[in-house]
């Protein structure tokens, strides 16, 4: 058997969920409740996080701390630290606004004016362009207007020193001129202003000098044992806010910049050092023959320099004193490879963590709409699917699996601000979304010691007030199983996408790379995305017709249509695709390379084709690993490949739509299902590697071979509802627990069962007294919230009934219907269980009698109809309590 099933089902799973501990500076008492909570959670680490703590670095701050990480050692647990005193990470605990001002970000901005020539004796106002106390002239160029658009053409007419007491003195030639002005700036959003300069290594420094070191002069005994690392919340450029939009051609969007960064353009371009200055207005606007080659070079230069002087720099410490380093940055709506809230390039940005690293929040990623832009609380109003379902956790596990110091390990931050709507049932989706993905490791948002706490909730405890808490910890020790599960092997995938980020840069037409993320995903297709890095610093080999990578392999590479690209990059693919690898571009080819050479002989080289017709392709070419009958374009699947085995995770995304499938898998071995939820395997049955797999909507399976011989014997039953146990026991009997899978055509009714009308009372979430509600007919059982009296509840409802069943008793299952949003079960006193989505069924062997029975249901509502908080505002509120219709049912003979 699988080593790391065995060491679930033992109970021996390593620790994988690390949520946030936010302080504000709380009594010690009511750290430690929280963090009794947190254990009691089935979860063995969490990250503290100032929010805001006002003394962070100051000794009240290091009295909560040395408390925390004290406590935490009593308990075997292991505390992580957000590396600012507010996020996001780069203020470095605010010293650059009180001792180093001179090391906050600088950029670059233009103004500019247009003027017809020609004009003789030409004397133009270049008063009042900038503020001389904190701004600088870097020079004054013209560029000649092309007639189209904005667009200029032809090179800079430097005037710089035509310029005498505020007036240009020009002989303007013939044509429309745009004359601009460049200036060093100091010009920032106001939530920047005191930000580190990302280009300036000692700016960058700086965080070392006010968080990591001062933390290890406190706490050195701890790290590398009881504290584990510092993480990094979201740091950026910083140049721009307001919009994710923050990418080259922007007219008067300040860029980042230092004095450094123009020797190195210059290098970059091949013109001479006093040069470069003049063709920055390229950034800005479109300049026939010098725009591309420019911008591609300014975001290699200012990502690369980003990379360095923060994420290896802090990484590097980190190692170099026994801790590692993990955080992510803002990927939103494209934010990952553009400047402002972005770093520019997603995985440069990260290469120096030990984790790769994503969040998923603000309502990005809905259950079910996962093919329509829809509403969500972030920049701009919506979410594109297209990224947030196809594309985000691809990006973390890509840069897990690709980069050897990531060590497979793919960090989601969860849960947070989706609102109290986003319950236990969501939650469960939103992790097998993010495990199917790749995702192994996770930090929820957030575990907050002040209660009521209107940030960016849910709070998982929240003082003892949210009623879901008591099975929050089955969630979690699913996710903890799951992760173990998919962590520690060789993901499989047929596919590389590359990472078009330059296309974007260089100003031309381009698609998404999402696009064909998506494409790949529907056509149940596997893929990692690599980047440019990869392919041409010697990670990347072609060994017999394949792309290697870090071990891994992938039969083709897809690039997204891309107008531009630079000529180097070009030239790798090229000779990519000459020793035998199938490279192919997705709606349509280059049509030149950045620096303007011509790309025919290179493009003869790849194939090409319509977005929509790429799934196909691939499949013609032999370049897929599984077959699925009928075609599923809901059905996920992720696949690794352990010590002469394979596991597979599929997840059904639809919420309304069944799986009912066949899938053939090359593995051989016996093949187990594993559930998670209740730490159970099962045999089941794969003839001729065919693997018949039902799965209702937003449910999930793993299927585990060994390796040892091809398909297996037995019964593939993977459970409709994730049944949820905690060893409660009645009367010195404890349910039997595996939640079948029975498909609609296998299911019957029991026959003559007589249902009495349902007691029902209520306990108000934080309290411990139920109360009557009333008695009500089993087909008329109500949503309680939609009662106007009650449409503010929040917290437990009881239904007690008793039935007759006469004639056979054994295996019967209890289908209760629709339920908001969890439930528990006791039959005749014995503790059947919880489940925490849809379906909601539980075995009932051996509790069943003859005649009379009793039934029990505790379900607990969304804590969304008592907060009404903003956040929950982008999702429906599920109804309230047991709704039905509930049936026994057994499988048909």
């Given at each position: 058997?699988?080593?790391?099933?065995?060491?679930?089902?033992?109970?021996?799973?390593?620790?994988?969920?690390?949520?946030?501990?936010?302080?504000?500076?709380?009594?010690?008492?009511?750290?430690?409740?929280?963090?009794?909570?947190?254990?009691?959670?089935?979860?063995?680490?969490?990250?503290?996080?100032?929010?805001?703590?006002?003394?962070?670095?100051?000794?009240?701050?290091?009295?909560?701390?040395?408390?925390?990480?004290?406590?935490?050692?009593?308990?075997?647990?292991?505390?992580?630290?957000?590396?600012?005193?507010?996020?996001?990470?780069?203020?470095?605990?605010?010293?650059?606004?009180?001792?180093?001002?001179?090391?906050?970000?600088?950029?670059?901005?233009?103004?500019?004016?247009?003027?017809?020539?020609?004009?003789?004796?030409?004397?133009?106002?270049?008063?009042?362009?900038?503020?001389?106390?904190?701004?600088?002239?870097?020079?004054?160029?013209?560029?000649?207007?092309?007639?189209?658009?904005?667009?200029?053409?032809?090179?800079?007419?430097?005037?710089?020193?035509?310029?005498?007491?505020?007036?240009?003195?020009?002989?303007?030639?013939?044509?429309?001129?745009?004359?601009?002005?460049?200036?060093?700036?100091?010009?920032?959003?106001?939530?920047?202003?005191?930000?580190?300069?990302?280009?300036?290594?000692?700016?960058?420094?700086?965080?070392?000098?006010?968080?990591?070191?001062?933390?290890?002069?406190?706490?050195?005994?701890?790290?590398?044992?009881?504290?584990?690392?510092?993480?990094?919340?979201?740091?950026?450029?910083?140049?721009?806010?307001?919009?994710?939009?923050?990418?080259?051609?922007?007219?008067?969007?300040?860029?980042?910049?230092?004095?450094?960064?123009?020797?190195?353009?210059?290098?970059?371009?091949?013109?001479?050092?006093?040069?470069?200055?003049?063709?920055?207005?390229?950034?800005?606007?479109?300049?026939?023959?010098?725009?591309?080659?420019?911008?591609?070079?300014?975001?290699?230069?200012?990502?690369?320099?980003?990379?360095?002087?923060?994420?290896?720099?802090?990484?590097?410490?980190?190692?170099?004193?026994?801790?590692?380093?993990?955080?992510?940055?803002?990927?939103?709506?494209?934010?990952?490879?553009?400047?402002?809230?972005?770093?520019?390039?997603?995985?440069?940005?990260?290469?120096?963590?030990?984790?790769?690293?994503?969040?998923?929040?603000?309502n990005q990623w809905i259950p079910g709409l996962t093919d329509t832009v829809h509403t969500a609380s972030i920049a701009g109003g919506v979410a594109d699917p297209a990224f947030f379902n196809y594309t985000l956790a691809k990006l973390a596990a890509s840069h897990s699996h690709l980069q050897p110091l990531k060590r497979g390990r793919a960090m989601c931050e969860i849960f947070g601000a989706f609102g109290w709507a986003e319950g236990l049932p969501m939650m469960k989706r939103m992790a097998d979304h993010?495990?199917?993905?790749?995702?192994?490791?996770?930090?929820?948002?957030?575990?907050?010691?002040?209660?009521?706490?209107?940030?960016?909730?849910?709070?998982?405890?929240?003082?003892?007030?949210?009623?879901?808490?008591?099975?929050?910890?089955?969630?979690?020790?699913?996710?903890?199983?799951?992760?173990?599960?998919?962590?520690?092997?060789?993901?499989?995938?047929?596919?590389?996408?590359?990472?078009?980020?330059?296309?974007?840069?260089?100003?031309?037409?381009?698609?998404?790379?999402?696009?064909?993320?998506?494409?790949?995903?529907?056509?149940?297709?596997?893929?990692?995305?690599?980047?440019?890095?990869?392919?041409q610093d010697g990670a990347a080999q072609v060994r017999e017709g394949k792309l290697w990578i870090n071990g891994e392999a992938f039969g083709a590479l897809a690039v997204a249509y891309s107008e531009r690209l630079p000529a180097a990059l070009l030239k790798t693919l090229a000779g990519l695709a000459r020793q035998g690898l199938d490279v192919v571009f997705v709606g349509g080819l280059c049509k030149a390379s950045c620096e303007g050479s011509d790309v025919g002989e290179l493009n003869a080289l790849f194939?090409?084709?319509?977005?929509?017709?790429?799934?196909?392709?691939?499949?013609?070419?032999?370049?897929?690993?599984?077959?699925?009958?009928?075609?599923?374009?809901?059905?996920?699947?992720?696949?690794?490949?352990?010590?002469?085995?394979?596991?597979?995770?599929?997840?059904?995304?639809?919420?309304?739509?069944?799986?009912?499938?066949?899938?053939?898998?090359?593995?051989?071995?016996?093949?187990?299902?594993?559930?998670?939820?209740?730490?159970?395997?099962?045999?089941?049955?794969?003839?001729?590697?065919?693997?018949?797999?039902?799965?209702?909507?937003?449910?999930?399976?793993?299927?585990?071979?060994?390796?040892?011989?091809?398909?297996?014997?037995?019964?593939?039953?993977?459970?409709?509802?994730?049944?949820?146990?905690?060893?409660?026991?009645?009367?010195?009997?404890?349910?039997?627990?595996?939640?079948?899978?029975?498909?609609?055509?296998?299911?019957?009714?029991?026959?003559?069962?007589?249902?009495?009308?349902?007691?029902?009372?209520?306990?108000?979430?934080?309290?411990?007294?139920?109360?009557?509600?009333?008695?009500?007919?089993?087909?008329?059982?109500?949503?309680?919230?939609?009662?106007?009296?009650?449409?503010?509840?929040?917290?437990?409802?009881?239904?007690?009934?008793?039935?007759?069943?006469?004639?056979?008793?054994?295996?019967?299952?209890?289908?209760l219907g629709q339920v908001g949003e969890t439930a528990q079960v006791w039959v005749n006193g014995v503790y059947c269980g919880a489940a925490i989505q849809a379906p909601y069924r539980f075995r009932l062997p051996d509790v069943l009698r003859p005649g009379g029975n009793r039934l029990a249901v505790e379900a607990v509502n969304s804590p969304a109809y008592r907060e009404r908080d903003y956040f929950s505002g982008f999702l429906p509120f599920p109804p309230s309590g047991l709704l039905g219709p509930v049936?026994?049912?057994?499988?048909?003979?």
């Amino acid at each position: 058997m699988d080593q790391r099933l065995t060491e679930c089902l033992e109970n021996r799973q390593g620790s994988y969920i690390l949520p946030f501990f936010w302080q504000h500076g709380e009594e010690h008492a009511r750290l430690l409740e929280e963090m009794e909570a947190i254990a009691g959670s089935n979860v063995r680490e969490f990250c503290v996080e100032s929010r805001i703590h006002e003394q962070f670095g100051q000794e009240a701050w290091w009295k909560d701390m040395g408390f925390i990480l004290e406590e935490a050692r009593k308990r075997h647990m292991k505390v992580w630290l957000l590396d600012d005193k507010r996020f996001p990470s780069g203020y470095a605990n605010d010293i650059l606004r009180r001792q180093y001002p001179h090391l906050r970000k600088r950029g670059i901005r233009e103004v500019h004016m247009d003027f017809l020539g020609p004009l003789s004796h030409g004397v133009l106002p270049s008063y009042g362009r900038f503020n001389p106390e904190t701004e600088r002239l870097l020079g004054i160029y013209a560029f000649k207007r092309s007639g189209k658009g904005e667009s200029l053409c032809g090179g800079p007419v430097e005037l710089t020193g035509f310029q005498r007491d505020g007036l240009l003195y020009w002989e303007i030639p013939d044509g429309v001129w745009r004359v601009f002005w460049i200036i060093d700036t100091d010009a920032s959003p106001d939530c920047y202003r005191d930000y580190l300069d990302m280009l300036h290594p000692d700016s960058c420094r700086l965080m070392l000098e006010t968080v990591y070191e001062p933390h290890y002069a406190h706490f050195a005994p701890y790290f590398g044992n009881t504290f584990q690392g510092f993480f990094s919340d979201e740091p950026c450029f910083g140049n721009d806010a307001g919009t994710y939009d923050s990418k080259l051609g922007r007219p008067g969007m300040v860029l980042p910049f230092r004095d450094t960064l123009l020797p190195r353009l210059a290098e970059a371009v091949g013109a001479a050092p006093e040069k470069a200055a003049g063709l920055l207005p390229a950034l800005w606007y479109d300049c026939e023959g010098i725009s591309p080659r420019v911008r591609t070079s300014y975001m290699d230069i200012i990502t690369k320099a980003y990379s360095q002087n923060f994420g290896w720099m802090l990484g590097d410490w980190c190692r170099a004193h026994g801790v590692k380093y993990i955080g992510h940055v803002i990927e939103d709506m494209n934010a990952h490879m553009r400047t402002g809230y972005g770093a520019g390039h997603f995985f440069r940005a990260l290469d120096g963590q030990d984790m790769a690293g994503i969040d998923i929040v603000l309502n990005q990623w809905i259950p079910g709409l996962t093919d329509t832009v829809h509403t969500a609380s972030i920049a701009g109003g919506v979410a594109d699917p297209a990224f947030f379902n196809y594309t985000l956790a691809k990006l973390a596990a890509s840069h897990s699996h690709l980069q050897p110091l990531k060590r497979g390990r793919a960090m989601c931050e969860i849960f947070g601000a989706f609102g109290w709507a986003e319950g236990l049932p969501m939650m469960k989706r939103m992790a097998d979304h993010m495990l199917v993905n790749g995702i192994n490791h996770f930090v929820p948002h957030a575990f907050s010691p002040r209660c009521p706490d209107g940030d960016c909730p849910p709070h998982f405890y929240a003082g003892g007030t949210n009623p879901q808490f008591p099975l929050f910890g089955e969630l979690t020790a699913y996710m903890q199983r799951m992760s173990h599960m998919l962590a520690g092997g060789l993901h499989k995938a047929s596919a590389a996408v590359f990472y078009n980020a330059e296309a974007e840069w260089a100003g031309g037409e381009y698609m998404l790379f999402q696009e064909v993320c998506r494409a790949l995903t529907r056509g149940f297709i596997d893929f990692d995305v690599v980047h440019e890095d990869l392919l041409q610093d010697g990670a990347a080999q072609v060994r017999e017709g394949k792309l290697w990578i870090n071990g891994e392999a992938f039969g083709a590479l897809a690039v997204a249509y891309s107008e531009r690209l630079p000529a180097a990059l070009l030239k790798t693919l090229a000779g990519l695709a000459r020793q035998g690898l199938d490279v192919v571009f997705v709606g349509g080819l280059c049509k030149a390379s950045c620096e303007g050479s011509d790309v025919g002989e290179l493009n003869a080289l790849f194939h090409t084709l319509p977005l929509d017709g790429l799934v196909s392709w691939m499949r013609e070419r032999g370049h897929f690993e599984l077959q699925c009958e009928p075609f599923c374009p809901d059905l996920r699947f992720y696949h690794i490949q352990r010590d002469g085995g394979d596991v597979y995770m599929f997840y059904n995304q639809s919420l309304a739509r069944p799986a009912d499938v066949r899938i053939h898998l090359p593995s051989e071995g016996p093949c187990l299902f594993y559930d998670a939820f209740q730490n159970r395997v099962s045999a089941a049955q794969a003839p001729d590697g065919w693997l018949p797999l039902y799965l209702p909507g937003g449910c999930s399976a793993l299927v585990v071979f060994d390796g040892s011989r091809k398909g297996g014997e037995g019964t593939v039953s993977p459970p409709l509802a994730p049944a949820v146990f905690d060893g409660k026991q009645t009367d010195g009997k404890r349910a039997e627990s595996l939640t079948p899978a029975l498909r609609p055509d296998r299911e019957m009714e029991a026959s003559g069962t007589e249902w009495e009308d349902f007691q029902i009372s209520l306990c108000p979430a934080g309290e411990e007294e139920f109360s009557p509600y009333g008695r009500f007919a089993p087909d008329r059982l109500p949503d309680l919230t939609a009662d106007p009296a009650y449409s503010r509840f929040c917290g437990t409802i009881r239904y007690e009934t008793a039935f007759r069943l006469e004639g056979r008793i054994d295996g019967f299952l209890l289908d209760l219907g629709q339920v908001g949003e969890t439930a528990q079960v006791w039959v005749n006193g014995v503790y059947c269980g919880a489940a925490i989505q849809a379906p909601y069924r539980f075995r009932l062997p051996d509790v069943l009698r003859p005649g009379g029975n009793r039934l029990a249901v505790e379900a607990v509502n969304s804590p969304a109809y008592r907060e009404r908080d903003y956040f929950s505002g982008f999702l429906p509120f599920p109804p309230s309590g047991l709704l039905g219709p509930v049936r026994l049912l057994r499988e048909k003979d």
